[in-house]
């Protein structure tokens, strides 16, 4: 079971670049990586997902390297609506004996 | 748009009733899960089903139990609350998109207070 660990907390400024790293050192060959988003008061959603090299959609980057030991959630240009909790989930699909396995989530503070 | 409800979102409950939080998902979606959520702990998985009638334990499932008797809806039941369940307990509900991780759908939420 991939266990995830992330920075408890990081500050920013409107428009830079955030950068959150999760490390899973023992992630297995069939899982993902996937990262969500949660404000205050509402479940978490789903930001971006990954198995290797580079992914990007309109909203965020998610850089994996090559040993898949850890992966870098990267939110360019922030502003004060980012102000979020990050979580990063490592696992498989959802099937009996697979669990998944979400971090302790990283708060992230963008300040004007 | 995919949506996943909860029967409350503020509950207040006393030590040893008998507890039951609903989730219903309006997606047709084959797996649902019950988190909760604490400060500094982040989310914590109780149980997962990925079918009906299919439950299993995920990380923290002492103290409680599950029925998944329809496809749209999952229950989580504290048989006996206890102040240590007082918490944020979040339901999702995701599709089964081959190998690819499922993504997960989040209800909004029910704050249980145990006294």
């Known amino acids: 079971l991939a266990k995830t660990t992330q920075p408890i907390s990081m500050d920013s400024y409107e428009g830079q670049e955030v950068n959150i790293t999760c490390s899973h050192n023992n992630i297995a060959t069939n899982d993902y990586i996937t990262w969500y988003q949660q404000f205050p008061s509402q479940g978490p959603r789903f930001i971006i997902q990954?198995?290797?090299t580079k992914v990007t959609n309109e909203v965020a980057s998610l850089f994996i390297p090559a040993d898949r030991k850890s992966s870098t959630l990267s939110l360019p240009r922030v502003s004060l609506s980012d102000t979020a909790v990050y979580y990063c989930?490592?696992?498989?699909?959802?099937?009996?004996?697979?669990?998944?396995?979400f971090g302790g989530g990283t708060r992230v503070l963008v300040k004007p | 748009d995919v949506k996943v409800t909860q029967s409350s979102r503020y509950l207040v409950k006393r030590t040893g009733e008998k507890v039951f939080l609903e989730c219903v998902q309006d997606?047709?979606?084959?797996?649902m899960f019950w988190y909760r959520q604490d400060p500094g702990l982040g989310l914590r998985l109780i149980y997962f089903?990925?079918?009906?009638?299919?439950?299993e334990k995920g990380d923290i499932p002492e103290g409680y139990s599950v029925s998944r008797e329809k496809k749209e809806r999952f229950s989580l039941i504290l048989e006996s609350a206890s102040t240590n369940q007082t918490s944020m307990y979040l339901c999702?509900?995701?599709?089964?998109?081959?190998?690819?991780?499922?993504?997960?759908?989040f209800g909004p939420g029910t704050r249980l207070t145990v006294l």
């Open positions: 990954g198995y290797k």
């Open positions: 999702a509900s995701s599709n089964k998109l081959g190998p690819v991780t499922d993504t997960q759908y």
């Open positions: 989930l490592v696992g498989d699909i959802v099937a009996a004996g697979n669990k998944l396995t």
């Open positions: 089903s990925y079918d009906v009638k299919m439950k």
């Open positions: 997606m047709d979606h084959e797996n």
